[in-house]
């Protein structure tokens, strides 16, 4: 019998048609729901060898649900997998995989903030709609004469450093494991010299339980004034009170956060005309020198592709016995 996937939060209107695409070129079956998995939906995985996610809930509780169901491999369409709880996974004999998907779209996004947060442009483009043309309160500054940090320096953070390399800004970079090539671009440097030395900082590191809330008071203090925050990792990597009072102190220069604490249930719906759940967020929000998005950073047609194939690639990996990347647990 072939094999099959249950798609959860999968959307119909960008992802559908490369899971066809994909059940074609890989043989491999797919059911879907648009909705996250709930203890109401997991029975549609019934048969199926792996389930697909986005980051959502898949504690030991969730993993177990569908382990009863007969799903052998838990599959997230994500580059990120602190939402998974691995050891439970492991323990349950399931296997899990992440996907990989090209570092450049998300780079190249977070350059987008970098730049649009020192130029103001978020504001610059809310008043000009309004018709307030003047340049009080717009003043920029140069981002070439700016030093930049990144922390972490995996694919994406190394592409960052690539890419700015073009723009002539000064690099550092921070890692508990150095790269080459990020070391081609950047000068490593320990996190209390990044701190101290970089007008803009941006996370690229993955969550775990070593670096949350890295950005808390303390490694704010050590920031240079008005330095830039820019997020386009996971919100847990920062503590969200903490830098609302380095906003609010002026401190911080501004942030530019794709993502948020607590985002999950929030972001990818439409909530518009209902009262803000979030309260930090809804702080955040009243900031002018900090710029929102919703987790849209990986949002572009190819990586979209990606994260669907990679699924389909791993559930023919596991299933054939054959192993091209990422993790597993046996
Ligand atoms: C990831 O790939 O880890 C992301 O953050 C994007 C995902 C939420 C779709």
Partial sequence: MGMKICFYALREFDELVFCEQMKEKYGIDFVYSTQYPTPENISLASGCDGMSCTPCDMSAKV?????????????????GYDHVDLAAARELGMKVDNIVYTPTGVADYAIMLMLASVRRFAHILKRTELQDYSLKNKLGRDFSMCTVGVMGTGRIGTTVLQHLSGFGCRLLAYDVYENDRAKKFAEYVDLDTLLSEADIISLHMNANEANHHIINHDTIAKMKQGAYIINTARGKLIDSEALIEGIESGKLGGAALDVVEFENGLYYYDHMGEVMVNPKLAILRSFPNVILSPHTAFYTAEDVCEMVEGNFRSCYEFGTGKKLHGLETK
């Fill in 63 to 79: 993993l177990k649900a569908f382990h009863d169901v007969g799903v052998k491999y838990i599959l997230t369409r994500s580059v």
